[in-house]
Nanobody, 119 residues
Framework: QVQLAESGGGLVQAGGSLRLSCHAPRNIFSVFSPSDMAWYRQVPGKERELVASITSTYSTTYADSVKGRFTISRDNSRKKVYLQMNSLKPEDTGVYYC??????????WGQGTQVTVSS
């Protein structure tokens, strides 16, 4: 049973843009809206790293490597979180995972979506 479903990945040239979406179809509003959401990425041979996060109060954090280029946002009414990625670089290549922290109700991961940036 899919808790989080990512979409929007693909192949793009350096300098281009992509918008990732994460949908929580099985969440009800009272579950999604208090959750903290985040995007992580992973490349082969490396640990999964935090790219951006957004809390239930809309406070955001970003990895230094993406500041000024990526923007995380959320739409609680649609139970979605987004990652707008601009000025993409080859080093942004990886599998991007959606992450949900429901606090006392646990942590959930999506299946991941591949982003490939060609030079």
């Amino acid at each position: 049973q899919v808790q989080l479903a990512e979409s929007g990945g693909g192949l793009v040239q350096a300098g281009g843009s992509l918008r990732l979406s994460c949908h929580a179809p099985r969440n009800i509003f009272s579950v999604f809206s208090p959750s903290d959401m985040a995007w992580y990425r992973q490349v082969p041979g490396k640990e999964r790293e935090l790219v951006a996060s957004i809390t239930s109060t809309y406070s955001t954090t970003y990895a230094d490597s993406v500041k000024g280029r990526f923007t995380i946002s959320r739409d609680n009414s649609r139970k979605k979180v987004y990652l707008q990625m601009n000025s993409l670089k080859p080093e942004d290549t990886g599998v991007y995972y959606c992450h949900q922290d429901r606090h006392s109700s646990g942590v959930y991961w999506g299946q991941g979506t591949q982003v490939t940036v060609s030079s």
